[in-house]
């Protein structure tokens, strides 16, 4: 027989039907025996008695989380035992057989019958496949692909392509260590993307006008409550535009997402308030500033934009870096300052991000699409001739093919997701998470590989400092 989830049992009242799933929990009352079955769609209770002596049998061998099928048929309840908070609290199913698919054979190392906040997490995603059962972790996955949804159908709306880029290839620079890849021509390199941003630009020379992807990235930085070694952007560029039209067409697509996904919440101003770095900085004492009017309020969302960034900042050594983005057009009243090299610390950005209750959720930039103001980025930055060239040489050449003025933004779609659900960091909202320090428990990752693997590779350990 066919299966139908718990939430399907209503449409069947009378019916004989078949429903598989975990047992959730188990109520014996003597002679009567009750199980919560749980499926995607949620809850079912299920009961046996004395009057189906197979059923009752085989139900009771059951235990929490083993993986059972039934059949049986739907009855309704009487009014006085619905049951509202579950999805199928009208009806319960008598069963009439049980057969177990899977008996869960191990110790539970946790409950998931109940919300797993306060487990120790490296237990937690030691076991991410269990916790995951729970209510609040199955939410918190399935409102990424809800939002993902919404996102590709409103991008596709306005005529964007979903373009994959390469993992495996050169760093780019987003001010982050890169994770390395060996290969086995001998010292030879891949890098994880820190960002699609150079192929993104690419694409735009390459006449795709506009792009998005959700794209995975890499930083090899210390995690904390809104970081994790790989997370997920939601990345976009697109040609013949200015910061006005990148804007506006991501205030758009933040509020639709809000209204559509968490009609509960209140975005608290519309259109979302600008603010200059200088401003936040002398207001907020930050760049990414929690404008909330109650921060008590667990339903308030306080987005902004900031604009107007340094596009450059003194390093320890006394020369020049980028704050953002190397890849960025100054200001246009400030472009002629950059091509000078003059008051270089005065010199604003283009840059744009968007900060939700004191995170921040994106940012991007209108790029340099004439080589000469990329060069210069990097002369500033004290890179020699030699070393743009073989740095950054192939966008430079690409940047004299025909490069149309362009623009993006890339949005720290896990820390969005951390927001909207609630949640107090990313590692809530990722389905396989790394631990705070980085660290896989699930897959013990990162571990040692064997010499061999190594020396396949070309490389060889040092020895422990002592
Ligand atoms: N690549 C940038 C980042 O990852 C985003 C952008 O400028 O589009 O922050």
């Not at 059923?55 to 309840?77: H, M």
């Not at 995690?223 to 697109?238: A, G, W």
């Not at 896989?440 to 422990?464: F, H, K, Q, W």
């Amino acid at each position: 027989m066919t299966r139908i989830l718990a939430a399907q049992t209503p449409e069947h009242i009378g019916e004989t039907v078949t429903v598989a799933g975990w047992v959730h929990r188990v109520r014996d009352h003597s002679k009567v025996l009750f199980i919560d079955l749980r499926d995607r769609s949620g809850l079912l209770q299920v009961v046996a008695g004395g009057w189906t002596p197979e059923a009752y049998a085989a139900l009771k061998e059951c235990g929490s989380e083993d993986v059972i099928e039934i059949t049986g048929s739907v009855a309704t309840r009487p009014e006085k035992l619905i049951n509202p908070n579950i999805v199928s609290g009208t009806v319960e199913l008598q069963a009439a057989s049980v057969t177990v698919l899977n008996k869960r054979t191990t110790p539970l190392p946790f409950l998931v019958d109940e919300d797993t906040s306060s487990i120790d997490e490296e237990l937690r995603l030691e076991y991410r496949y269990l916790d995951m059962r729970s209510d609040r972790m199955r939410a918190n996955v399935r409102a990424r692909a809800a939002m993902f949804k919404l996102i590709r159908a409103f991008l596709d709306s306005k005529d964007f392509t979903e373009i994959e880029t390469p993992l495996l290839s050169a760093a780019t620079p987003e001010g982050a260590r890169d994770f390395i890849v060996p290969t086995r021509a001998k010292g030879k390199f891949f890098a994880l993307p820190q960002s699609p941003q150079q192929f993104k630009q690419l694409l735009m020379v390459g006449g795709m006008e506009r792009y998005y992807q959700v794209a995975k990235c890499f930083r090899d930085e210390d995690s904390r409550k809104d970081r994790q070694p790989e997370f997920t952007q939601i990345d976009m560029e697109m040609s013949f535009v200015e910061q006005e039209d990148v804007i506006s067409l991501n205030e758009e697509l933040l509020i639709k997402l809000v209204t559509e996904l968490y009609p509960e919440k209140r975005i608290q101003q519309v259109p979302f308030p600008r603010i200059s770095y200088a401003e936040a900085m002398e207001k907020y004492g930050t760049d990414r500033p929690d404008m909330r009017e109650n921060p008590e309020d667990p339903n308030l969302l306080a987005f902004c934009w900031v604009l107007d960034f340094p596009f450059f900042e003194k390093t320890d050594a006394g020369g020049w870096t980028f704050t953002h983005n190397p890849f960025s057009q100054a200001k246009p009243e400030h472009v002629e300052m950059l091509m000078k090299g003059e008051s270089i610390g005065d010199i604003l950005t283009t840059q744009y991000d968007v900060a939700l209750n004191g995170f921040e959720i994106g940012g991007g930039s209108i790029r340099a699409h004439r080589p000469e103001e990329l060069r210069q980025t990097f002369s500033i930055m004290g890179y020699s001739d030699e070393q743009v060239e073989a740095g950054f040489g192939h966008m430079l050449k690409a940047l004299t093919l025909g490069a149309p003025p362009h623009g993006g933004i890339a949005w720290g779609f896990d820390r969005l997701v951390m927001l909207l659900q609630g949640e107090p960091n990313i590692r809530e909202v990722i389905p396989f998470a790394k631990t705070g320090e980085g660290q896989d428990p699930l897959m013990a990752a990162p571990s040692a590989v064997t010499m061999s693997s190594l020396s396949e590779v070309g490389l060889a350990l040092l020895p422990d400092k002592k």
